[in-house]
């Protein structure tokens, strides 16, 4: 073969070699690593599976707090005010954890229905929301809003 | 009065700039020389107004003038001075005028550092980042000017930088960071002055690296600054997130690494042209993608400021034309280019070829793993987020990959390398790698797979890159006299190889090797983090300038029972935006940090104590500086200053000469 030509071959056959490596790592380790949300109704509902690493946010619940005195665990329940599921975490919570602030959690949800969370997050700002939390929370609050303005209206939904 | 002066100034650049962007490109096209000499003043004028106009927004922050919104929101009066003075930079407004104020910059040391160069090409060069520089001042004056009054209503104070803003780190990170996004438009007005007319050649080559290797250096400390700064305050220990904004600035650094070397073979082999071209049209895209991503508040994060859609859509506007029209540029020139330069399929050309593939690579990796998540929001096709194993589990390999390239790359020869005679060169190096690998894995007393192959890339980077030092250094004349003969730029690249290795080694150890441990500790409580003691000693209370903490006194001893350090980490509560912040106490050392940081109060008398054993991680950030010392030792080449020389005395330089400026463009 012609060396110019055989040199382009090498080259062309290297790229493809790279490419397609780069194309199944990056396809099996984004299999393994997207996180889904889901806010505390879609939980509720059993929408979300189960031993699956997920993320879940809401607000948490006043008085929902509980730190277990021998250890770092603490427990807590997340709600978007219609539905709340119960979240269990040890370690350091954020310095912005709060009862009333808006949190996303990673974690798995175990068959109870308990999300056992690795990770907790709330922002550094007081005013900041999460947009999760923030859309889950519209989300929640339209929904009760056509419950309560009853049937007839809902007929004429999107 | 001085706010508005600051406008004025700020619209009188953007007249300049639409003017430079304008009149030096008119100039070359039609061939007017009296038009293309338009371009230095204009350059020098545009930086004028443009360091104005900053001037006086710090004049603003300095002496409290609340009346202006973005002080109002961004400072306060209790605030020190020094973080008065960053606080400029600390918002969204501000830091597009530091922003602006970079490019400008980087436009006057073109203008001042050129005068070798043919004069089309400055005009070109000048013009292209006097477009640039038009968008963003457009962008300045219509979305986010600073200048912006509260008036009559003037607060009486500021509320305050955010807390975790207040930081040495913050002063000079933004700054860094800046000056290598922004130098990379360099290296992208030379690509596009090349393409307009043609000029793909060594020469342009060797203009254009230099611009490149400082931009490179700078974004390389302003990374490392980074991640420092959320080690200590942000991070709770954490020194990479794969956050979207770290990955923001990672990119173009990726890319731009791909840059310098595919610069390096266009200058000496006279090939990968158009590639090289079109390296520096997205490296200065990504600086752009960026820019879009930290500030249209697509992204929420620390850097994330007040979103607000106008600006996204402005910014996202902006890189299109950048982009679009570069690449349409690119794609009708391009072509023009012939490469008439051979290779061999075992080549130093090839070696280089492989380390921008995987460069690339990760560039796209990253890339793809940040964009991801929201371009799926945006389609309204559910909310997920990427997590840090899928970029751990990608870069990683693509990483250690580039390292084992790179020190057999290293023994490579121009045009053609015997394989048989290279394969010999390597034998001592694996060994003697293998060697290093194995008796760290022994010292740090446990095997892992990762720490293997990381500690095993970096050392035989290490061990190559010296052992060619040595072997190049061989002289007749003595060891001495070979090593002053090997050339600055050389060492440079040996320092920036160095650097990488460094950076490798403190990434795998400190992620392999680590200890993390969160405690519930009460004052009198004992916690073991690896061969170490935490005594927790006793709480207290102190109060700073414009916040109070609650300290907790913590002695470190090492397995003999001996005091190390006292370390007295904080929870601090500023007093404007009342928010809480954690100070960690940190013993830091060469080979280890010992980290502590206190989390919340778990009840009356215990809180939750984060304590951690952080091996070889201050690597991290040495080797950046080693990359950054590199990058400006390879600038001051005596090539790029002789020439100077030789223009400008028309004399030949003795070849010892120190003599004559070196390219301290970036300065």
Do not use: C
């Amino acid at each position: 073969m012609h060396p110019v030509r055989k040199k382009r071959l090498t080259i062309v056959l290297f790229l493809l070699i790279g490419l397609s490596i780069a194309v199944a790592l990056t396809t099996y380790a984004l299999r393994q690593n997207i996180n889904l949300f889901y806010d505390p109704s879609q939980i509720a509902a059993g929408e979300a599976p189960v031993d699956v690493r997920i993320r879940a946010g809401g607000m948490v619940q006043e008085d929902s707090v509980i730190r277990d005195p021998e250890s770092l665990k603490v427990e807590f329940k997340v709600t978007d005010f219609t539905s709340s599921v119960l979240v269990e975490y040890t370690g350091i919570l954020p310095d912005l954890f709060a009862e009333g602030q808006g949190v996303v959690a990673m974690g798995r949800l175990d068959g109870e229905g308990r999300f056992m969370a690795d990770q907790v997050l709330a922002k550094h700002d007081e005013n900041y929301m999460p947009p999760e939390v923030n859309d889950a929370l519209e989300k929640a609050a339209s929904l009760r809003a056509a419950e309560s303005t009853g049937a007839a209206e809902s007929s004429t939904g999107y | 009065m001085y706010p508005e002066l600051g406008q004025m100034a700020l619209i009188l650049a953007l007249l300049l700039a639409s003017l430079l962007a304008v009149v030096p490109l008119v100039g070359s096209v039609t061939g007017r020389e009296q038009l293309q000499a338009f371009s230095r003043p204009l350059s020098a004028g545009l930086f004028v107004f443009v360091a104005l106009a900053f001037a006086l927004l710090t004049h603003a922050f300095l002496t409290d003038d609340f009346s202006v919104a973005y002080v109002a929101n961004n400072s306060n009066s209790m605030l020190p001075w020094y973080y008065k003075f960053s606080a400029v930079w600390g918002g969204h407004e501000g830091s597009l005028l530091l922003w602006i104020l970079m490019l400008v910059g980087w436009t006057l040391a073109v203008a001042v550092f050129s005068r070798r160069l043919p004069t089309v090409m400055v005009s070109q060069v000048l013009s292209v980042m006097g477009m640039v520089t038009v968008g963003f001042l457009l962008f300045t004056i219509l979305t986010s000017n600073p200048f912006d009054r509260i008036l009559p209503n003037v607060p009486a104070d500021g509320a305050d930088l955010n807390p975790l803003l207040q930081d040495f780190g913050l002063i000079i990170h933004p700054p860094m960071l800046y000056m290598g996004y922004v130098g990379f438009s360099v290296a992208f007005a030379f690509a596009i002055a090349a393409l307009i007319n043609g000029r793909l050649d060594a020469a342009w080559a060797r203009w254009s690296r230099p611009w490149t290797t400082v931009a490179w250096s700078f974004l390389s400390l302003g990374i490392a600054l980074g991640s420092w700064w959320a080690y200590y305050e942000l991070g709770w220990g954490g020194w990479w997130f794969w956050d979207p904004v770290e990955n923001a600035s990672l990119l173009p650094w990726l890319s731009g690494t791909a840059l310098m070397h595919s610069l390096a073979v266009t200058e000496k082999r006279g090939v990968f042209k158009s590639w090289t071209v079109l390296l520096a049209i997205v490296t200065f895209s990504l600086s752009l993608l960026g820019t879009f991503l930290v500030r249209s508040g697509v992204l929420t994060s620390v850097h994330a400021f007040a979103s607000d859609p106008e600006r996204g859509t402005f910014l996202l506007i902006l890189l299109a034309i950048t982009i679009v029209s570069s690449l349409t540029l690119y794609a009708f020139r391009a072509p023009v280019v012939h490469v008439r330069a051979r290779y061999a399929g075992l080549s130093r050309e090839v070696f280089l070829l492989l380390n921008n593939v995987l460069l690339v690579a990760s560039t796209l990796l990253v890339l793809l793993g940040t964009i991801y998540p929201l371009v799926l929001d945006y389609l309204d096709m559910g909310r997920l987020s990427i997590g840090e194993p899928f970029f751990n589990l990608t870069f990683s390999p693509l990483a250690v990959a580039a390292g084992l390239l790179l020190g057999a790359g290293i023994f490579s020869r121009w045009k053609k390398t015997d394989g048989g005679w290279l394969g010999r060169k390597l034998l001592w190096p694996l060994a003697a790698s293998t060697l290093v690998t194995a008796l760290v894995m022994v010292g740090y007393g446990e095997f892992k797979p990762w720490a293997f192959v990381g500690t095993f890339s970096a050392s035989w980077v290490v061990i190559a890159t010296f052992w060619d030092l040595w072997e190049k250094s061989g002289s007749r004349k003595g060891r001495l006299y070979g090593l002053k003969r090997q050339s600055r730029s050389y060492y440079g690249m040996v320092l920036g190889h160095l650097g990488m290795a460094i950076v490798m080694a403190g990434a795998t150890i400190a992620s392999n090797y680590g200890i993390e441990r969160d405690v519930r500790m009460s004052p009198g409580d004992t916690a073991q983090v690896g061969d170490y003691k935490a005594v927790f000693v006793e709480t207290g209370n102190r109060r700073g300038a414009n916040f109070t903490a609650e300290y907790g006194r913590f002695e470190i001893l090492d397995s003999e029972g001996d005091l190390v350090s006292v370390q007295m980490p904080e929870k601090r509560q500023y007093l404007v935006q009342r928010n809480v912040m954690t100070e960690a106490g940190i013993d830091a050392g060469l080979f280890r940090d010992i980290f502590i940081a206190v989390g919340e109060r778990v009840a009356e008398d215990a809180w939750a104590i984060r304590l951690q054993y952080k091996p070889l991680v201050r690597w991290l950030w040495l080797g950046a500086i080693f990359m950054a010392a590199g990058g400006f030792l390879a600038i001051s080449d005596r090539r790029y200053r002789i020439r100077d020389k030789v223009r400008d005395t028309d004399v030949p330089v003795p070849s010892g000469s120190k003599a004559g400026k070196p390219a301290e463009a970036a300065s």
